[in-house]
């Protein structure tokens, strides 16, 4: 059974730092890509960032570039996403999600249940 | 920048609806991986649509999609009252990654 497990949400001030993990299980690790996603509070979804199989390749919205980093821990099968100069509007749930194939983008087959990220002073 | 998507689309039970999902060139009319997202409130988002046209197992076959130009659709057949939900597209973007639409709320009157 694929299970993905997110870590690491709670509150943060402004300008502060957060790392959220996602632990992976129930299928070939290495194979597919990761990506995460972020949902505001009564929002919509929002694409935020996604690491290659193989970690390869990482790939990151406008809105996080510079400030997030995605990275994979094969020894331990996460996904990491460090957070760094957070901002009110990074406040959201956050998911980290699978593709359905190695070949395919934006396809996410399975999800975390996600964790709350809450910028605030 | 995201994709449009109407805010709210409604329907009668067992009717049939469309919902669109416009992008541009650099998106949705130049690559074929569009997906689509059924989600329920305080529910992780459900993979219903890959790659355009692609229904994943256990999908049910009310759900089709296609592509023209530079828009997605969604139709949903044959409406229940267990559709109502939001629904999401998300294109693959290129070098830049992948984006999603606002979301389109659908009420089964």
């Known amino acids: 059974e694929v299970l993905l497990l997110e870590s690491g949400g709670g509150s943060v001030q402004p300008g502060g730092s957060r790392r959220l993990s996602c632990a992976a299980s129930?299928?070939?690790?290495?194979?597919?890509?990761i990506n995460w996603v972020r949902q505001a509070p009564g929002k919509g979804l929002e694409w935020v960032s996604g690491?290659?199989?193989?970690?390869?390749?990482?790939f990151y919205a406008d809105s996080v570039k510079g400030r997030f980093t995605i990275s994979r821990d094969f020894s331990q099968n996460t996904v990491s996403l460090q957070m760094d100069s957070l901002r009110v509007e990074d406040t959201a749930i956050y998911y980290c999600?699978?593709?359905?194939?190695?070949?395919?983008?934006?396809?996410?087959?399975?999800w975390g249940l996600g964790t709350l990220v809450t910028v605030s002073s | 920048s995201a994709l449009t998507q109407p805010a709210s689309v409604s329907g009668s039970p067992g009717q049939s609806i469309t919902m669109s999902c416009t992008g541009t060139s650099s998106d949705i009319g130049g690559h074929n991986y569009v997906s689509w997202y059924q989600q329920y409130p305080g529910k992780a988002p459900k993979l219903m649509i890959s790659?355009?046209?692609n229904r994943p197992s256990g999908v049910s076959d009310r759900f089709s999609a296609s592509k023209s130009d530079n828009t997605a659709y969604l139709t949903i057949s044959g409406l229940q009252v267990e559709d109502e939900a939001t629904y999401y597209c998300i294109s693959y973007t290129g070098t830049i990654g992948l984006v999603f639409g606002g979301g389109t709320k659908l009420t089964v009157l």
């Open positions: 690491i290659t199989g193989n970690s390869g390749g990482t």
């Open positions: 790659e355009v046209t």
């Open positions: 999600a699978k593709e359905r194939l190695s070949t395919s983008r934006g396809a996410f087959d399975y």
């Open positions: 129930g299928f070939t690790f290495t194979n597919y890509a």
